[in-house]
């Protein structure tokens, strides 16, 4: 994944814009990513990561569309093409997120305490 691209869309997110680029790298090397490309432009447009054991829990996490790109269906899209995949069937989703409830609440995920939401709670 271009690195570029991906400091600056979370460089544009409350909860990601001071991490340094190591921690980044770090993370990712950590999780399985996932991105939004816009082909004509040539241009990452979207990126998410998941963290999971892959037998009880995932965890969805730095879910962020370009604020240009936002409204075009690209979060959905990029959301459900990370929960049908096979390796995350079955399991307990699971994210934190102050924003965009009614995108998750369409994949299942349910919120608790305003801000963790949780999907799959009888795993």
């Given at each position: ?54 037998a009880?829990t ?9 604020p240009?790109?936002?409204?075009n ?6 959301v ?15 994210l934190?997120t ?14 608790l ?11």
């Amino acid at each position: 994944m271009r690195m570029d691209e991906v400091m600056a869309l979370l460089g544009m997110t409350y909860w990601a814009d001071k991490r340094s680029r190591e921690l980044v790298e770090l993370s990712m090397k950590h999780s399985k990513c996932y991105g939004v490309f816009v082909d004509d432009e040539d241009k990452l447009v979207g990126f998410a990561r998941v963290i999971s054991d892959f037998a009880t829990t995932y965890y969805l996490c730095d879910v962020i569309i370009d604020p240009d790109y936002r409204n075009n269906g690209f979060g959905a899209a990029l959301v459900g093409y990370i929960e049908n995949l096979p390796e995350y069937q079955g399991l307990r989703g699971v994210l934190i997120t102050r924003d965009a409830h009614g995108l998750y609440e369409k994949f299942g995920y349910e919120t608790l305490n305003g801000r963790a939401m949780v999907k799959g709670l009888n795993c």
